[in-house]
């Protein structure tokens, strides 16, 4: 495993894949924006991202169009899929302002780390508060994909 520091974040290599660590900052310093791709890339053939906000990680699956919830009309139907927090966001337009160099096309389902016992930067965290880890976010995208396939 190698850790090296980068302005927001450590790269781990796990695997042959690259993998940021979080890095807990202020929102307002990045005006509530993404600030950096901790992962991307595909498993079982669904596109996945994680995200920095600063204070927060997230969470980010593109459906496939051969999925049968594709095209995704309503959050209802993902009322079944059981991650950390429940999902919290669906687009069908995308994650990621279209401005954004780091946008990304197509319908899109998504959750947060900024939850009841989860750390967020500045928030009122306690000893018990949770820091994810980006290696621990995967664990959840590759569980949630699992239910995708099912579904």
Not at 47 to 76: F, K, N, R, V
């Amino acid at each position: 495993m190698v850790l090296q520091n980068k302005r927001l974040c450590k790269v781990q290599e796990i695997g042959g894949n690259t993998m940021k660590e979080m890095v807990y900052r202020s929102a307002i310093e990045n005006k509530h924006q993404f600030t950096d791709m901790l992962d991307e890339g595909t498993y079982k053939n669904f596109h996945y991202a994680i995200l920095s906000y600063g204070s927060h990680p997230c969470a980010y699956i593109e459906l496939p169009t051969e999925h049968s919830l594709y095209p995704l009309y309503d959050e209802d139907e993902l009322a079944y899929i059981d991650c950390h927090g429940g999902i919290t966001y669906f687009s069908t337009t995308g994650f990621i302002r279209p401005s954004d160099e780091n946008h990304r096309d197509g319908h899109w389902i998504g959750w947060d780390y900024a939850h009841y016992m989860d750390y967020t930067y500045g928030a009122y965290n306690t000893s018990d508060n949770k820091k994810w880890t980006t290696e621990e976010i995967f664990e959840d995208v590759k569980n949630v994909i699992e239910q995708l396939i099912k579904s």
